[in-house]
């Protein structure tokens, strides 16, 4: 069974930094589409950010410059990298893989909040 | 940057009902990368339906979608008690990359 979870999530100071992890069970990340889709308190989705199997990396306006998405293939992990974090980052962060062929998200984490104290 | 609007905000029904919910796009948009989720409180969102009428492995066939170009639609013939959450659509398109709508939620009248 295909299976991703998150972890990394916390309260953090506005300014700070935190690193995200995303384990993933049954498929290979490195071989895959990867992102990272964020819900703030109530609100709605909002994609952040995505790797693609071939190394290349997209960023969402809103924290581009700021956050920084990898893996590591030995790991089977995605991390997400959230420096100069702001209180509008507050939110549950999901990994997810993405499917290629028709860009949707097929699979999802169960979520990692992150909260920033202004 | 594309835009997409559902509608409405809210929708009440009872179970057994049948279910629309529109996904409007700022342009004409490939229906080929066009998805909708299903959003339970406290879950991560599930795939239902993607390329605009394309059921995900193990959704009900109650689930449908339907659409083109600007306009596409997410239909629940018959509504079950477990139906009543939040549904996103979602496109893909190379400028935007990922965007989501802003949700419509189907809660039991």
């Known amino acids: 069974e295909v299976l991703l979870v998150e972890s990394g999530g916390g309260l953090i100071q506005r300014g700070g930094s935190l690193r995200l992890s995303c384990a993933a069970s049954?498929?290979?990340?490195?071989?895959?589409?990867m992102s990272w889709v964020r819900q703030a308190p109530g609100k709605g989705l909002e994609w952040v950010s995505i790797?693609?199997?071939?190394?290349?990396?997209f960023y969402a306006d809103s924290v581009k410059g700021r956050f920084t998405i990898s893996r590591d293939n030995s790991k089977n992990t995605l991390y997400l990298q959230m420096n100069s974090l702001r209180a509008e980052d507050t939110a549950i962060y999901y990994c997810a893989r993405v499917l290629p062929y028709n860009e949707n998200f097929d699979f999802w984490g169960q979520g990692t909040l992150v909260t920033v104290s202004s | 940057e594309i835009v997409l609007t559902q509608s409405p905000g809210t929708l009440s029904l009872s179970p057994g009902e049948r279910a629309t919910l529109s996904c409007r796009a700022s342009?004409?948009?490939?229906?080929?990368?066009l998805s909708w989720y299903q959003q339970k409180p406290g879950q991560a969102p599930r795939l239902l339906i993607y390329?605009?009428?394309t059921r995900a492995t193990g959704i009900p066939d109650r689930f449908s979608g339907s659409g083109s170009g600007t306009d596409f639609t997410l239909t629940i013939s018959r509504l079950e008690p477990e139906d009543f959450a939040v549904y996103y659509c979602?496109?893909?398109?190379?400028?935007?990359?990922?965007?989501f709508g802003q949700g419509t939620k189907l809660e039991i009248k």
């Open positions: 979602q496109h893909y398109d190379s400028s935007s990359m990922y965007t």
């Open positions: 049954e498929f290979i990340v490195s071989r895959n589409y």
């Open positions: 790797i693609y199997s071939g190394g290349s990396t």
């Open positions: 342009q004409s948009v490939s229906s080929s990368y």
């Open positions: 390329g605009a009428s």
